[in-house]
């Protein structure tokens, strides 16, 4: 006889609470990842690698702590809910390294139209995979079942709205478009993930849910990791000197100092 039963699920236990600060987290790293890629550009090629590894450490950290901290108020009803340590380290990496390599496909190529779109693809890729390779980690008891209509919305979310924020920080000068990106970023990573939180299905079937641990237990300790990588790249952002106007490589008015100090040109 099957009693399977499918489980109610709550994305919203705290109410808005989670959603919201989840928000302004995505738009903090986001706003970070993207002026560090803006002063890349300002820079020749060569001299570029510091502000965009800086810039995918930002972003995908940024996003990483997004989707966690949403996931604080997710709850199973009549199920535990653990999370496999290795493979939540795992969906932080991918989201730094698929991130970035999205990013530093445009901070070396330049800005035309095929380079976006394959910087967006990139970029939106990496905080999808982030956040399912995440969701991969989640123990409850019971199967989880995820809608394919809703899955491939959420990517397409992702990737639409990381070539917008990837384009408006490449063409748009000033803080106003530094802002909006940021915004957009932020839009674009909670609206996926919520997306792909609808999707999700769980079918209670007894199975334990396995030996993982609970998120408010590892959550706040690689936050505050994840906070001071976020604050290391603001801190340099802040003492880098301004950018030059509309410069990006051979052309560029010269800077200072790069990244890491190295020799002024």
């Known amino acids: 006889m099957n009693h399977d039963t499918m489980a109610h699920l709550n994305g919203f236990q705290y109410g808005w609470v989670n959603p919201v600060v989840a928000y302004l987290i995505a738009c903090a790293g986001a706003a970070i990842g993207l002026r560090c890629t803006a002063r890349a550009m300002t820079l020749r090629p060569d001299k570029r690698f510091g502000w965009l590894a800086l810039a995918a450490g930002a972003f995908g950290c940024g996003i990483w702590s997004m989707h966690f901290i ?77 809608d394919g209509l809703l899955v491939a919305a959420s990517v397409a979310i992702a990737v639409a709205a990381a070539t917008a924020a990837l384009w408006m920080t490449l063409n748009v000068k000033g803080l106003p478009a530094a802002l909006g990106s940021a915004l957009i970023a932020g839009v674009a990573v909670v609206a996926m993930h919520y997306t792909a939180m609808a999707a999700v299905g769980v079918t209670l079937d007894g199975r334990p849910a396995g030996d993982g641990t609970p998120a408010s237990q590892f959550a706040l300790p690689l936050a505050v990791g994840i906070m001071v990588v976020l604050a290391v790249a603001g801190i340099a952002i802040a003492l880098s000197p301004q950018d030059p106007e509309g410069g990006s490589g051979p052309a560029a008015e010269p800077i200072r100092v790069d990244l890491f100090g190295q020799e002024r040109y």
């Open 70 to 146: 949403a996931m604080l108020g997710f709850m199973v009803d009549a199920s535990t809910l653990v999370y496999d340590i290795p493979l939540t380290l795992l969906s932080l990496l991918v989201a730094i390294v698929v991130v970035g390599l999205g990013i530093g496909f445009v901070g070396y190529r330049g800005k035309s139209t095929g380079t976006l779109l394959v910087s967006g693809l990139l970029a939106g890729c990496g905080v999808a995979g982030m956040h399912y390779i995440g969701m991969a980690a989640m123990q409850v008891e019971g199967q989880v079942s995820y």
